[in-house]
């Protein structure tokens, strides 16, 4: 999961996660440096630093999983490594995703979408 997609869920009530634990084929998990970046963005002010706040807080709940480099770097090599999904409204992220055949879930109309096929490694 990317810091876009935690803080869209921590500020929206939304049925996404409710319908990956329906499938019961995934487990979250957020990679060290989503965490340091939602961290970093909690030092600033206003809606989008509260929203990170308790974006972070939610993702400590999570499997953390230990990856270096930048957040999106560590999301696209970690879904490549366990041929996993990334869960991001990150349009940009989207694109590399798909240019390596990583499948995405992300939320549209708030509910959950797929783009892609799902071949776990794990």
């Known amino acids: 999961m990317d810091a876009s997609i935690l803080m869209y869920l921590t500020q929206k009530p939304s049925t996404f ?8 084929d995934f487990k979250l998990c957020v990679p060290e440096p989503v965490l340091r970046e939602l961290k970093g963005l909690t030092a600033s ?31 696209v090599r970690l879904a490549v490594a ?14 590399r995703l798909r240019s390596t055949g990583v499948p995405i879930a992300t939320v549209k109309d708030d509910h959950l979408m797929f783009t892609g096929t799902l071949i776990s490694k794990v």
């Open 17 to 24: 996660l409710m319908e990956l634990h329906d499938r019961g």
């Open 82 to 95: 366990l041929g996993a999904a990334v869960a991001t409204l990150d349009r940009r992220l989207m694109v």
């Open 45 to 75: 002010r206003g809606r989008r630093a509260k929203a990170a706040a308790m974006a972070y807080e939610y993702a400590k709940t999570l499997e953390v999983v230990e990856a270096e480099g930048e957040a999106d770097e560590s999301l």
